[in-house]
């Protein structure tokens, strides 16, 4: 699982360190966080198929995902694109689909969130329906707060396989186990560039925090990139997590 991809510099930290990932520790799947990867805000269909020739298989989003309007009439395509399952009924899109034997689901948080349905119910009600599921659950917990991305990895533990946090940018160092074997982070980062807030020019997130005047975000340029990640292993068969590892490489 890849952080979310931040602009043009994650893009080309991408393309330059995924295929020897993939080739260095036989990776079966790659799922990415694409809802930063167009110009900051959103991705567009032609990001999407860059992304997916550097060897990205699915991409999960967020609250960002309606950010670039030519990505919507794709939304109810085949393409492997999720946008959080707890958006309200009728929201285009879809909130998980079925990759090499894997069950990926999107959701999104509500606290310091948009309102959206309750991600612990909808989660109840995917599991409750899909009689016939694949043993291999994957979960991205697009949120902000880490107590609810924490209290989730809890309540799934022993339901589902892994259950990642995205959202803040920001890496978190407790990578686990839980006890019913689910495989958990509080936040896989990103990839973009380091001397940034959160992949965004430093100067124009000052500005915003000093005069609280809207100023326009613009993806930061300069300097080498991070690319935050996991790698996650899973008995195909029982569907239990064996172990989750931390990947982080600076490019550039």
Not at 13 to 34: F, S
Not at 54 to 71: L, R
């Amino acid at each position: 699982m890849i952080g979310d991809i931040v602009g043009k510099p994650g893009r080309r930290a991408v393309r330059a360190l995924l295929p020897a990932l993939r080739r260095e520790h036989e990776i079966d799947l790659v799922i990415a966080n694409g809802e930063n990867a167009a110009h900051g805000h959103g991705i567009t269909p032609g990001v999407m198929d860059e992304l997916l020739g550097y060897g990205i298989d699915v991409f999960t989003s967020g609250n960002h995902i309606w950010d670039q309007k030519e990505i919507i009439p794709h939304m109810d395509s085949d393409i492997p694109l999720l946008r959080p399952l707890n958006y309200p009924e009728g929201t285009p899109g879809r909130g998980y689909l079925i990759h090499s034997g894997v069950l990926i689901v999107n959701l999104m948080g509500r606290v310091f969130m948009n309102p959206v349905d309750c991600p612990f119910r909808t989660m109840d009600r995917l599991l409750a329906t899909l009689s016939d599921q694949p043993k291999t659950v994957f979960v991205d917990m697009h949120a902000e707060a880490t107590s609810e991305k924490v209290a989730l990895g809890w309540y799934l533990d022993g339901q589902v396989s892994v259950v990642v946090g995205t959202h803040t940018h920001i890496p978190t160092a407790d990578t686990r186990v839980l006890p019913h074997a689910t495989a958990y982070v509080t936040d896989v980062g990103m990839v973009g560039t380091s001397h940034s807030v959160i992949g965004v020019e430093i100067e124009a997130v000052l500005s915003r925090f000093l005069t609280q005047i809207p100023y326009p975000l613009t993806v930061a340029t300069e300097g080498p990139v991070i690319f935050n990640s996991v790698l996650v292993e899973v008995d195909s068969i029982t569907g239990r997590a064996a172990s989750i590892q931390r990947i982080d490489k600076e490019w550039g």
